[in-house]
């Protein structure tokens, strides 16, 4: 074979090795830039992931932290329950020149109609005070129909939850039953039968309870889904109880319960408003609340929290009522003094029997304790 050809050769093949090595090298360029391109990936992934794990870890110490602060302040104000005296709320110096001596417990009534949930709110009570898994208040009453059931809970703090068969049932007796659990004329232990006949007698009642076994405060339970609450018939129902409420002093606490059954924050809203206008009390005394139940056994500090919202207002309302009650006892003394010191002169022009007199007398009384 001549020269020239195996020179021929030699080029092709150089070239041939040329082609090889740039498509290696091209190759392995690509291979190397896919490999440097995962590594990138793989490092923003993983830092992903860190500020992600960082993140959640944060989340987690934040809630914690929450939790923590929340459990701290339940321990303070489940404390002050646990401590509180009459006169914590408004201040004793606020009932300078009252007697007071025989305040000495104070009284708040759970009233609401049959399934508002009182026996659960006054179980949620103890357990959320008491720290159990259980309260002692029966799922129902064990009385029979038509029978008023009293029983005062919470017997070791200053005041007590008084739990009351269910009223507001669209009862022509109820009133007069409502107005004798209020006046002490009812007490724990006593079953009165809310038949016509039976209120016409007042034999079981206590005619002159001390000042001490009345009520003082009251905390009125209805449903969200009560369909007589949103229809305004119960505010117009309520009116006789609102009446007597303002006469005595008392500024009602209305709790609503079943919030689940409201899809809506306006729907909550309005619930608010119309169990408000029922019973009397500012919406800012009206609270939601979730009690515990079967259904709900766990516990819950969000809760306990609401819970300690309305037993520390109520007890705020409870001390305004004995004030103005005590007030009202002490102007009724003093006019009572005035009457005696000016009963002669009164007796003389007008005769004490008459329609003139009795007038004259409630109008003097009326601008006097104004």
Do not use: W
Not at 6 to 34: G, P, S, Y
Not at 208 to 225: E, T
């Amino acid at each position: 074979m001549n020269r020239s050809i195996l020179t021929r050769q030699l080029q092709q093949r150089r070239l041939e090795n040329e082609l090889r090595q740039r498509e290696a090298e091209k190759r392995l360029r690509i291979l190397q830039e896919k490999r440097r391109e995962e590594e990138r990936r793989r490092v923003k992934y993983q830092q992903q992931g860190q500020r992600e794990i960082k993140q959640e870890e944060a989340r987690k110490r934040e809630e914690e932290e929450r939790r923590l602060r929340l459990e701290i302040e339940l321990c303070l104000r489940r404390a002050a329950l646990f401590d509180y005296k009459f006169g914590n709320k408004i201040k004793l110096d606020s009932f300078k020149g009252l007697a007071i001596d025989d305040v000495t417990q104070l009284r708040i009534g759970v009233f609401g109609p049959t399934g508002s949930g009182r026996s659960s709110f006054i179980n949620t009570c103890e357990r959320a005070l008491r720290q159990t898994d259980k309260g002692t208040a029966p799922d129902s009453t064990t009385g029979q129909e038509g029978t008023i059931i009293l029983r005062d809970y919470l017997p070791e703090l200053f005041f007590h939850l008084v739990y009351t068969s269910g009223l507001f049932n669209y009862n022509a007796n109820e009133t007069v039953q409502f107005e004798n659990i209020l006046e002490g004329k009812i007490q724990p232990g006593d079953n009165v039968v809310s038949s016509k006949e039976d209120q016409e007698d007042a034999m079981d009642l206590h005619p002159c309870p001390p000042f001490v076994n009345r009520l003082h405060g009251i905390i009125i339970l209805f449903m969200a889904n009560d369909p007589r609450l949103m229809g305004g018939a119960l505010k117009d129902y309520l009116k006789p109880i609102r009446d007597i409420l303002r006469r005595t002093g008392i500024a009602p606490i209305t709790v609503v319960t079943h919030r689940d059954k409201q899809s809506t924050e306006e729907e909550c809203e309005n619930v608010v408003y119309a169990a408000s206008a029922a019973t009397g009390s500012l919406p800012s005394d009206t609270f939601f609340v979730t009690n515990y139940c079967k259904d709900n056994s766990k516990r819950n500090p969000e809760t306990e929290r609401m819970v300690f919202d309305i037993l520390h207002c109520a007890l705020l309302k409870a001390e305004t009522a004995v004030k103005i009650m005590k007030q009202t006892q002490r102007n009724e003394e003093e006019y009572e003094k005035k009457r005696a010191l000016e009963g002669t002169n009164v007796s003389e022009q007008v005769a004490p029997d008459s329609a003139e007199g009795d007038q004259q007398t409630f109008i003097s009384y009326t601008q006097y304790v104004r």
